[in-house]
């Protein structure tokens, strides 16, 4: 991994405006040690910004962004990514990634990140050698560098990906305040995370499984914008046969009383569904897992 100095770290003296400004900077300085970049772009707010800065740093020539296709991106993602690449200039590569082809990424236990970012740094590292790309970069962000359970940024890790963003120290919100100064449309794109998140541990993750979930949501959203119902933050969980909705805190009682918004997420193929009282919860299927930090 190509390393340029320490980080910069929060300093009292300095307002949120000075310190922003300075891990832009750093970040600027490593993306440039690197010469030439693979970016892991799945299109979010992350890696949106990480794929424009390399730009303004390198050149668009000298860098390819690269959005893995496969089971669990939802098709709606693979437009958006598409979009912002064009919208940068960037030579976009559509790899597909086969993480249902490993048995311990279907067994769904609590390192299955880690199998996936196994199978996405093993797809992506030998493209790039192919482009002639000296690394492949990830958008993890200084905020995930500290969250108690991520195996999936210890298997990119150990595979030699480069985490520039993190490096640099800039936090998820300082990513999005960045991303609106640089007038990405994604700097307000709410957290995606991959279909097979929203399966529970320890229920096989099948294509089948993850296409009924991305027919849900799709359903859901549906669903909700004909009702009027306004929602930010939406996942489908897959307990089993029953579907658990999470929406926005404000949005709960709306859903939980929308008929058409249940029938949607039966039609999907679950056989029942509630509405989470308490909201949508990053990772939340994570409070599942009888141990988390086995897996971390």
Known sequence: MVRTGPSVSAAPDLDDRHLLDLRLADL?????????????????AD????????????????????????????????????QVAFDLGVRQVTPATHELDRAGYRANAGDRCGFCKSELLDTLAPLADELGLAAVATGTNADDAVAGFRPGIA????????????????????????????GLATWDKPAAACLSSRIAYGVPVSRGRLERVGRAEAGLRAALAEAGIEVRDLRVRDLGERARVEVDVAAVAAVDACAPAHAAVRAAGFASVEVDPRGFRSGSLNALLPDPARWR
């Open 155 to 182: 298997a990119a890790a150990a595979r030699g990906a480069v985490t520039p963003l993190r490096d640099a120290g800039l936090t998820k919100a300082q990513v999005r305040e960045a991303s609106r100064g640089w």
């Open 47 to 82: 890696s949106a910004l990480l794929l424009a800065a390399a730009v303004r740093a390198l050149g668009a020539g000298r860098v390819v962004a690269a959005t893995a296709y496969s089971p669990s991106l939802p098709a709606v993602e693979r437009t958006a990514a598409a």
């Open 28 to 44: 600027d300085r490593r993306l440039r040690a690197l010469g030439s970049v693979l970016v892991a772009f799945s299109g979010g």
